[in-house]
């Protein structure tokens, strides 16, 4: 069964800081990670999604990474500004099914 | 990108009512749709699989009679919570997949009080 764990559950950082973000899964059979932000009561906005044969995909100052065969992920943000706070989730999608697991989300705070 | 549009964004109810909570995929069709329900502070549980045309699959645990799925359109799921409960309280999230062109959209969510 497939297990996302995310590390560390919370991150407080000060405003211009450069971070990293980790997820990990059990089972290497992904079909593709993807990395959302979520504002308190709100949805999830997807951030980046990186397909099972691809290495790293970049968003203007995102950059998320896929390791598959050791089971990782990071999402590194540069230059953290306020407007960050969030929590940020990373789900993965198997081979075998539509559904996301998730994990249980990083909350980050950029403080001014 | 895809876009899916969530509604009602919060609803208060009597206890004992039933809430329906609508998800459309607004510029994609969507063969299936994802229910999910977050409590504070914690991520995202699966509820149930809607399926366009015919019966949603629900996930280990989630009573299919509370919650009901109607999936009748390709941009149109609706989750109904029957008989609402205060332990139903929750935030209700729909998400759809467009193609695998984006990966997985997510609507803006629904926050339900049963009082």
């Known amino acids: 069964k497939q297990e996302v764990t995310q590390i560390p559950a919370a991150l407080s950082v000060p405003e211009g800081e450069n971070l990293v973000l980790n997820c990990s899964f059990t089972?290497?059979?992904?079909?593709?990670l993807q990395w959302f932000r979520q504002d308190p009561g709100k949805g999830l906005t997807s951030l980046l999604l990186i397909q099972s044969s691809q290495r790293e995909q970049t968003s203007g100052r995102l950059n998320a990474s896929l390791d598959k065969s050791s089971g990782r992920s990071t999402l590194y943000i540069a230059a953290s500004q306020p407007g960050d706070s969030a929590t940020y989730l990373c789900a993965v999608r198997m081979d075998s099914s539509y559904k996301l697991i998730f994990g249980s989300g990083t909350r980050l705070l950029v403080r001014p | 990108g895809a876009v899916v549009s969530q509604h009602p964004s919060w609803v208060i109810c009597k206890s004992g009512t039933s809430v329906k909570i609508e998800c459309r995929s607004l510029?994609?069709?969507?063969?299936?749709m994802f229910w999910y329900r977050q409590f504070p502070k914690q991520s995202l549980m699966l509820m149930a699989t809607s399926n366009e045309g015919s019966k949603a699959t629900y996930e280990q645990g989630v009573e299919k009679d509370k919650f009901l799925i109607n999936h009748a359109s390709l941009t149109l799921s609706t989750l109904t919570v029957t008989s609402a409960h205060p332990e139903d309280s929750s935030f209700y999230i729909c998400?759809?997949?467009?193609?695998?062109?984006?990966?997985?959209?997510f609507g803006s969510g629904t926050r339900l009080t049963v009082v």
């Open positions: 089972d290497s059979a992904i079909y593709n």
């Open positions: 998400s759809a997949n467009d193609r695998d062109l984006y990966g997985y959209t």
């Open positions: 510029d994609f069709q969507a063969t299936t």
